[in-house]
Protein backbone atom coordinates (compact mmCIF):
# COMPACT_ATOMS: atom_id res chain seq x y z
CA UNK A 1 0.00 0.00 0.00
CA UNK A 2 1.33 3.26 -0.80
CA UNK A 3 1.10 5.84 1.33
CA UNK A 4 0.62 10.12 0.02
CA UNK A 5 3.93 11.74 0.34
CA UNK A 6 3.36 13.58 3.25
CA UNK A 7 1.78 10.43 5.17
CA UNK A 8 4.52 8.51 4.59
CA UNK A 9 6.28 11.25 6.30
CA UNK A 10 4.08 10.67 9.07
CA UNK A 11 3.86 7.36 9.19
CA UNK A 12 7.74 7.40 9.77
CA UNK A 13 7.59 9.56 12.92
CA UNK A 14 5.45 6.98 14.58
CA UNK A 15 6.77 4.64 17.19
CA UNK A 16 5.52 1.15 16.86
CA UNK A 17 2.58 0.25 18.94
CA UNK A 18 1.16 3.53 19.53
CA UNK A 19 -2.02 4.29 20.23
CA UNK A 20 -3.00 6.97 17.52
CA UNK A 21 -5.83 9.76 17.10
CA UNK A 22 -6.38 10.77 13.59
CA UNK A 23 -8.41 13.41 12.84
CA UNK A 24 -9.61 14.08 9.16
CA UNK A 25 -8.46 10.71 8.54
CA UNK A 26 -9.67 10.89 5.18
CA UNK A 27 -10.49 7.05 3.97
CA UNK A 28 -8.25 5.56 6.81
CA UNK A 29 -5.42 4.64 4.63
CA UNK A 30 -2.89 6.24 7.37
CA UNK A 31 -4.50 4.24 9.73
CA UNK A 32 -4.81 0.90 8.28
CA UNK A 33 -0.94 1.28 7.58
CA UNK A 34 0.24 1.34 10.52
CA UNK A 35 -2.02 -0.94 12.05
CA UNK A 36 -0.62 -3.65 10.00
CA UNK A 37 3.07 -2.33 9.49
CA UNK A 38 3.34 -0.70 12.77
CA UNK A 39 1.23 -2.77 14.96
CA UNK A 40 -1.11 0.76 16.12
CA UNK A 41 -4.08 1.33 17.36
CA UNK A 42 -6.13 3.78 17.71
CA UNK A 43 -9.61 6.07 16.47
CA UNK A 44 -9.90 8.10 13.37
CA UNK A 45 -12.06 10.65 13.01
CA UNK A 46 -13.83 12.19 9.73
CA UNK A 47 -16.42 14.15 8.78
CA UNK A 48 -17.36 12.83 5.36
CA UNK A 49 -20.14 10.34 4.73
CA UNK A 50 -18.28 8.71 2.31
CA UNK A 51 -14.77 9.05 3.65
CA UNK A 52 -16.17 7.34 6.82
CA UNK A 53 -17.92 4.40 5.07
CA UNK A 54 -14.36 3.62 3.17
CA UNK A 55 -12.99 3.60 7.10
CA UNK A 56 -15.70 0.99 8.14
CA UNK A 57 -14.75 -0.50 5.48
CA UNK A 58 -11.81 -0.88 6.23
CA UNK A 59 -12.84 -2.46 10.19
CA UNK A 60 -11.07 0.90 11.63
CA UNK A 61 -12.60 2.59 14.55
CA UNK A 62 -14.06 5.51 13.22
CA UNK A 63 -16.05 8.56 14.56
CA UNK A 64 -18.06 10.62 12.23
CA UNK A 65 -18.31 13.93 13.68
CA UNK A 66 -16.30 17.77 13.06
CA UNK A 67 -12.85 17.59 14.31
CA UNK A 68 -13.81 21.27 16.05
CA UNK A 69 -16.80 20.16 17.93
CA UNK A 70 -16.26 16.34 18.12
CA UNK A 71 -13.50 16.12 20.57
CA UNK A 72 -14.98 15.96 23.93
CA UNK A 73 -16.06 12.32 23.40
CA UNK A 74 -12.06 12.10 23.72
CA UNK A 75 -11.54 14.06 27.14
CA UNK A 76 -10.76 11.17 29.08
CA UNK A 77 -8.31 9.66 26.55
CA UNK A 78 -4.59 10.12 26.43
CA UNK A 79 -3.06 9.31 23.06
CA UNK A 80 0.83 8.60 22.32
CA UNK A 81 0.13 10.70 19.01
CA UNK A 82 -2.53 13.20 17.53
CA UNK A 83 -2.48 13.59 13.53
CA UNK A 84 -3.87 16.48 11.79
CA UNK A 85 -3.17 16.01 8.33
CA UNK A 86 -4.20 18.27 5.54
CA UNK A 87 -7.27 19.73 7.21
CA UNK A 88 -6.05 22.60 9.67
CA UNK A 89 -6.49 24.96 7.18
CA UNK A 90 -9.88 23.97 6.70
CA UNK A 91 -10.90 24.94 10.32
CA UNK A 92 -12.68 27.92 11.76
CA UNK A 93 -11.20 28.63 14.88
CA UNK A 94 -7.80 26.82 14.17
CA UNK A 95 -5.76 28.20 16.96
CA UNK A 96 -8.42 26.69 19.60
CA UNK A 97 -8.47 23.21 17.48
CA UNK A 98 -4.42 23.26 17.79
CA UNK A 99 -4.45 23.92 21.53
CA UNK A 100 -7.00 21.02 22.05
CA UNK A 101 -5.16 18.28 20.44
CA UNK A 102 -2.17 19.38 22.26
CA UNK A 103 -4.11 17.99 25.41
CA UNK A 104 -5.26 15.24 23.67
CA UNK A 105 -1.37 13.67 22.46
CA UNK A 106 2.02 13.31 24.08
CA UNK A 107 2.88 13.97 20.46
CA UNK A 108 1.03 16.41 17.57
CA UNK A 109 1.81 15.71 14.25
CA UNK A 110 0.22 18.57 11.58
CA UNK A 111 1.01 18.90 8.23
CA UNK A 112 -0.35 21.94 6.20
CA UNK A 113 -0.30 23.60 2.23
CA UNK A 114 2.23 25.74 1.92
CA UNK A 115 0.59 28.94 -0.03
CA UNK A 116 3.90 30.07 -0.45
CA UNK A 117 4.99 28.32 -2.83
CA UNK A 118 6.51 29.92 -5.96
CA UNK A 119 3.28 28.42 -8.34
CA UNK A 120 0.62 30.06 -5.94
CA UNK A 121 2.38 33.72 -6.02
CA UNK A 122 2.32 33.21 -9.96
CA UNK A 123 -0.86 32.94 -9.94
CA UNK A 124 -1.59 35.19 -7.87
CA UNK A 125 0.30 38.16 -9.81
CA UNK A 126 -1.67 37.04 -12.48
CA UNK A 127 -4.41 37.93 -10.85
CA UNK A 128 -6.20 34.55 -9.56
CA UNK A 129 -6.30 32.16 -6.49
CA UNK A 130 -4.37 29.27 -7.05
CA UNK A 131 -6.30 26.20 -8.68
CA UNK A 132 -3.90 22.82 -9.11
CA UNK A 133 -3.21 18.98 -7.89
CA UNK A 134 -3.20 20.40 -4.41
CA UNK A 135 -5.49 23.00 -4.32
CA UNK A 136 -7.84 21.73 -6.76
CA UNK A 137 -10.96 24.03 -5.52
CA UNK A 138 -12.40 27.59 -7.14
CA UNK A 139 -12.13 30.43 -4.54
CA UNK A 140 -15.55 30.06 -4.11
CA UNK A 141 -16.25 26.37 -3.38
CA UNK A 142 -12.71 26.05 -1.23
CA UNK A 143 -13.11 23.84 1.50
CA UNK A 144 -9.83 25.89 2.69
CA UNK A 145 -10.86 28.59 5.01
CA UNK A 146 -6.88 29.64 6.24
CA UNK A 147 -4.31 30.36 4.02
CA UNK A 148 -1.07 29.91 5.59
CA UNK A 149 3.05 30.33 4.81
CA UNK A 150 5.04 27.94 6.28
CA UNK A 151 6.69 30.57 8.40
CA UNK A 152 3.06 32.48 9.27
CA UNK A 153 2.41 28.45 10.60
CA UNK A 154 5.80 28.14 12.06
CA UNK A 155 5.27 31.71 13.98
CA UNK A 156 1.77 30.61 15.02
CA UNK A 157 3.39 27.69 16.66
CA UNK A 158 5.84 29.93 18.61
CA UNK A 159 3.16 32.30 19.88
CA UNK A 160 0.55 29.61 21.28
CA UNK A 161 4.13 27.76 23.21
CA UNK A 162 4.77 24.66 21.25
CA UNK A 163 7.97 23.74 20.57
CA UNK A 164 8.87 21.82 16.98
CA UNK A 165 10.72 18.86 17.39
CA UNK A 166 11.13 17.88 14.03
CA UNK A 167 9.45 19.38 10.65
CA UNK A 168 9.77 17.78 6.65
CA UNK A 169 8.99 19.83 3.96
CA UNK A 170 8.13 18.17 0.99
CA UNK A 171 7.47 19.43 -2.87
CA UNK A 172 5.62 16.89 -4.42
CA UNK A 173 6.10 18.38 -7.70
CA UNK A 174 9.47 17.08 -7.63
CA UNK A 175 10.47 13.93 -10.15
CA UNK A 176 12.87 12.49 -7.69
CA UNK A 177 11.53 9.28 -5.32
CA UNK A 178 12.82 11.94 -2.34
CA UNK A 179 10.15 14.65 -2.25
CA UNK A 180 11.68 16.24 0.99
CA UNK A 181 12.90 20.15 -0.09
CA UNK A 182 16.25 21.05 2.01
CA UNK A 183 17.02 24.76 0.86
CA UNK A 184 14.72 28.07 -0.37
CA UNK A 185 12.02 25.73 1.42
CA UNK A 186 9.45 28.57 1.86
CA UNK A 187 9.37 29.26 -2.00
CA UNK A 188 9.64 25.26 -3.17
CA UNK A 189 7.57 23.19 -0.24
CA UNK A 190 4.35 22.42 -1.57
CA UNK A 191 3.51 20.54 2.13
CA UNK A 192 5.16 21.09 5.85
CA UNK A 193 4.68 18.46 8.10
CA UNK A 194 5.97 18.92 11.84
CA UNK A 195 5.74 17.02 14.97
CA UNK A 196 5.74 19.65 18.23
CA UNK A 197 4.60 19.47 21.74
CA UNK A 198 4.58 22.07 24.53
CA UNK A 199 7.28 24.15 25.39
Known amino acids: MRLRDDLAV ?10 ILDLGCGDGMLLQWLREEKNCRGYGVEISSE ?24 D ?22 LKRISDLGKIVIVSIPNFGHWSTIISLLRGHMPVNERLPFEWFDTPNLHFATIKDFELLLENLGFKIVEAAYLNEYQKSKSKKVNFFVTLRCTTAIYKFGIN
Open 10 to 19: IAEWIPNRSK
Open 76 to 97: KNRFDVVILSQALQATLKTEMV
Open 51 to 74: KFNQCIEKSLNVIQADIESGLSIF
